[in-house]
């Protein structure tokens, strides 16, 4: 009998990848997509194009009721908690359906395997993040986060996911279920959605050859991240579940580029240089040739609360899980314009 996965968030980012591996594993694939996403909905068809493989389950991470049901009637071998409201931005904006979907949602999740009376026999992966350390002087070590370090998450996104982290653990604790949490940095793909800045400055580049736009506005050009790439990441959420014992991990690459190297190299990509100029809100990226103005300062993009800098220490994953990243910051930053380039042509 082929293994039974269930994949709340299955049409984000992270969703599409691992059920295309779990698929390839040869698994039954079952994803949650919201109710409010009717079989007539774009983003429903676009699922069902990508993951025709995968049966779609309409519930509702604020929905116990209906997440106790598609427990009771897949009952699943591993639950992978992918859904969220994930953007770190946005989640300040509105803090209350952040807590609600990005914390209480994962309470749900947990009760639904339970009241399912699977808690024996399901095993459970929650995605947390590395918002969750917060980047402060005082809590950053110098060869990066690792699975023990202090948290202090400064964004409703980071708190939120950090009840779940706590409320994972804690039913791991107190019913003996198999619960794992991989705490992931910064991790980007041709999937991910252009409302964050790695995409959006791909997918800005893109347009930018075509001729379809003429420059991109940013935040913060000097903030630090762990940048990997979502589709290696995905594999390690895997071997969380095929281990012995539940436990934490950490998935990094152990180094950290700024938003300001991201548009250099994709720029790059295109064939542009690109030179500063100016400093602070009124800074420019300028194509170096032309001394046109590729890349603009806008003060709306800047956060209540900046994180300057995350770095992680993979150094269990490596260890325990034998897992390792296998595309490069460079190799990230090529497959993302091109894909976009490809995109934007059509």
Not at 66 to 92: C, W
Not at 198 to 205: E, G, L, N, P, Y
Not at 302 to 331: H, I, M, N, Q
Request: one cysteine or more.
């Amino acid at each position: 009998m082929a293994k039974k996965a269930l994949i709340t968030g299955i049409a984000g980012q992270d969703g599409g990848h691992l059920a295309a591996l779990l698929h390839e594993k040869g698994y039954e694939v079952y994803g949650v997509i919201r109710g409010q996403l009717e079989a007539s909905h774009p983003r429903y068809q676009q699922v069902r194009t990508e993951m025709p493989y995968a049966n779609l389950i309409m519930a509702d991470l604020l929905d116990l009721s209906a997440l106790t049901r598609a427990m009771q009637e897949i009952k699943p071998d591993e639950v992978y908690n992918l859904a969220a409201i994930s953007h770190v931005g946005y989640s300040f904006r509105d803090p209350v359906l952040t807590a609600d979907v990005t914390g209480k949602g994962v309470l749900n999740v947990l009760e639904a395997i339970r009241l399912a009376g699977l808690e024996k026999t399901t095993r459970f992966y929650q995605a947390s993040t590395s918002e969750m350390f917060g980047g402060l002087e005082y809590n950053r070590p110098e060869t990066g986060y690792t699975e023990d370090a202090a948290f202090h998450p400064r964004s409703p996104y980071g708190v939120a996911k950090l009840y779940g982290h706590w409320i994972t653990k804690n039913y791991r604790e107190n019913y003996g279920m198999f619960n794992v949490t991989g705490i992931l940095f910064n991790h980007e793909g041709e999937r991910r959605g252009p409302e964050f800045v790695t995409r959006k400055i791909s997918q800005a580049v893109a347009r930018i050859k075509l001729g379809l736009q003429e420059s991109i506005e940013l935040g913060n050009l000097d903030a630090k991240r762990d940048w990997g790439y979502a589709g290696d990441y995905v594999e390690g959420m895997w071997r969380m579940l095929q281990q012995d014992e539940p436990d934490d991990y950490v998935l990094a690459t152990g180094e950290t580029h700024t938003i300001r190297e991201f548009c250099e190299l994709a720029f790059k990509e295109i064939g542009i240089t690109i030179s500063w100029s100016g400093s602070g809100v009124d800074e420019k990226g300028l194509n170096s040739e032309t001394n046109e103005v590729l890349i603009a300062i806008n003060p709306e993009f800047f956060r209540p609360s900046e994180v300057d800098l995350l770095l992680g220490d993979p150094t269990k994953a490596e260890t325990v899980l034998g897992w390792k990243r296998k595309v490069d910051f460079p190799g990230l930053v090529k497959l993302m314009v091109d894909h976009d380039l490809k995109a934007e042509s059509k």
